[in-house]
């Protein structure tokens, strides 16, 4: 007869197995969950989109390619977001609609902020209405009703740079963008307006069938061979040969650049000859003879400087890093097992743990107070070239009414034009200093200087009329 122990000793390990068995059934399961899981998510990950429409090269409408990239245009919508950082961004402020502006909201104005500016450019547009740049989504809108067009006409080539230009290139080429592009460029602003429909779109940076980053305006596409062929490329090709890390800055050099209107056809053209920097392109106008317009007050030949962000990002530490545009200001983000490029362009500031803090391991604060630290430093040296300047063409006017001769002001006047355009070269482009900091401080330094010199050409004037007084003459 069996005893009780043996018998409880049996139960005890039936026990123990089916315990074990059934433990080693849910921890099966549950890897294989796990796999599937991870399966899953690697096969969504491969899926770049899920084509819920065709979509090809006359797709303007962001709606549409919306259907298949929702959660890029989701992003992209919200670039109507108003939100000030300390030197960009732009609240909301309200206004009353009126027939000639139906706009409930505009930013403020940079002229009443600072009403030196008015002076800088007296005598052209920029003199008459100059308000803190919006979003993308606002790019079109606030181009199309700027107070600038009441003071001088504004030329069709304006909408390469405010627009999706890449359906006006297309339909007024007749499929050549680059024939289109000529024939918009020659367009009154009115007439070009009417050949597009979007700010941005995806259509302008984007292969409709690869969804490849590609270049579609053709002044960068010349503007960049110049630049390559000063490294020793020769005929460089972007849509060819640039690497996708350079695409991801030069999609967004199409736009954010210096640029002018060259001859009478007022052709879209980055001033990119011998070099990049602002003396460069200071070197290239004086060479050509060219100005934007006729300076009120000193008569002196002016030139405006026009969002020349990329041309100072390429002197920085951050494209020397390799580190592209769209790292900070489009990072990536995850949704699901996808990662995506956030296309809510805007300040890295609001959005410091996106666009700053996967490189730089420190608490957003100081990342913060090193950005304003910089930023503090530029805007004071940016008010004392101003006040330099604005002490120069007050001293020019101050000689010519008292009898100084266009002659005997050419000098000053040229230093003038040289020390607005630098000047203006700091104060167009929208880091307030951040993307090249030295160069930032460089750039304000010779104009400084050039304000400098104007001054002691003034100075010169006063002490031959002295010295002819003296002599009697």
Known sequence: METPAPRKERRRL????????????????????????????????????????????????????????????????????????????????????????????????????????VTMWAGYPFAHDFREERGHAYMLEDQSFTKRHEAAPQPGACINCHSSAYEAYKTLGNGDIVAGFHKLNALPYPEARAHVSHPVACIDCHDPKTMQLRITRPAFMEGIKLVKAAEGIENYDVNLMATRQEMRSFVCGQCHVEYYFK????TLTYPWHKGLRGDDILAYFDEVGFKDWTHAKTGAPMLKAQHPEFEMWNQGVHSKAGVSCADCHMPYERVGAMKVSSHHVRSPLLNIASSCQTCHRVPEEELLNRVHAIQDRHYELRNIAMDALM???????????????????????????????LLDFAEAENSMGFHAPQEGARILGKSLDYARQGFKSVSEFWRERQTAVAAGN
């Open 14 to 117: 039936v026990m123990l197995f089916v315990g074990t068995a059934g433990a080693t059934a849910l921890v099966t399961a549950l890897i294989a969950a796990l796999l599937l899981t991870i399966f899953e998510h690697k096969q969504e990950e491969k899926t770049l989109f899920f084509r819920v429409v065709e979509i090809d090269d006359e797709t303007y409408d962001p709606a549409i390619w919306a259907k298949n990239f929702p959660q890029q245009y989701d992003s992209y919508m919200r670039t109507v977001d108003m939100e000030r950082t300390r030197y960009g961004g732009s609240e909301a402020i309200p206004r009353e609609p009126d027939d000639a502006d139906p706009r409930k909201f505009v930013a403020y104005s940079k002229l009443v902020e600072d009403p030196r500016l």
């Open 263 to 266: 001859g009478a056809e007022k």
């Open 391 to 421: 002490d120069l063409v007050g001293a020019i006017v101050e000689a010519q009414e008292a009898g100084a001769s266009p002659d005997e002001m050419a000098a000053a006047c040229d230093f003038q034009r040289k020390a607005t355009f």
